[in-house]
């Protein structure tokens, strides 16, 4: 492969999981771990992503706020619209972060009544212009990767709370291993965030379907729907129709 086809590879598989680590990269690409570093310095430098320790972040996944393009924008617009569906006037709600989360916050109604919890403290910031949404976040330990709360503080809070909704974000998503992502901590907060919730909701563009990470987060029926930009008779979604509601 060239070097220019690889980095393309590189760089659509930091849009769709928003981060990678160089081993998996590695692993995927068949080339050695200095060879992937060496691409992902050369991406950084040109602005293309954000290099961390072990691998690299998406730019707009980190900063949503700075007016870095979002990957996928017209199918995470269009995932937004179809929860506003299933979000019902004075629920409770608890959500993680991500763009298609951000996406979502800025088509609520400014006259929906409701109370949101949250673990990023960007989505809060984004939920307090709204005038009847009362805003609770979420502390803890704040990844300076995701810019989201972890830890044993947020587990702890989230295990003394029961939401009628938790709206959350995957890194992969699969018929066979359900829900997956390819960090710890963050598993143990989404497991944790999942049980908080009567009805938990997964909004996820399509083509993470049938992605897999290193680490479980659930079996798909642990979760109650799903919402993709797709219409939900579309065949792609059959594998997924025997265990979730489809919006």
Known sequence: MLKKERQAHIIRQINLH?????????????????????????????????????????????????????????????????????????????????????????????????????????????????????????????????????????????SDIKVDMCLLGTNGISAERGLTDSDWEIVQVKKAMIRSANKPVLLSISEKLGSLQRMKVCELNQVYALVTELDPTDPSLDAYRPSLHLY
């Open 18 to 158: 928003n981060k990678v680590l160089s081993t998996d990269l590695s692993l995927q690409l068949n080339v050695s771990e200095d060879t992937i570093r060496r691409d992902l310095n050369e991406l950084a430098e040109s602005g293309a992503i954000l290099k961390v320790h072990g691998g690299a972040l998406s730019k707009s996944f980190h900063s949503p706020f700075q007016g870095n393009e979002v990957y996928a924008r017209e199918a995470k617009v269009k995932i937004a619209r179809k929860t506003l569906q299933l979000i019902q006037e004075d629920m409770v709600l608890l959500t993680g972060g991500g763009t298609t989360m951000m996406e979502l916050i800025h088509v609520l109604p400014d006259d929906l009544s409701a109370t949101f919890f949250t673990i990023s403290p960007l989505i809060a910031l984004e939920l307090a212009s709204h005038p009847k949404i009362e805003v609770i976040l979420i502390g803890g330990n704040l990844s300076k990767n995701s810019h989201i709360s972890m830890g044993s503080q947020v587990i702890s809070f989230l």
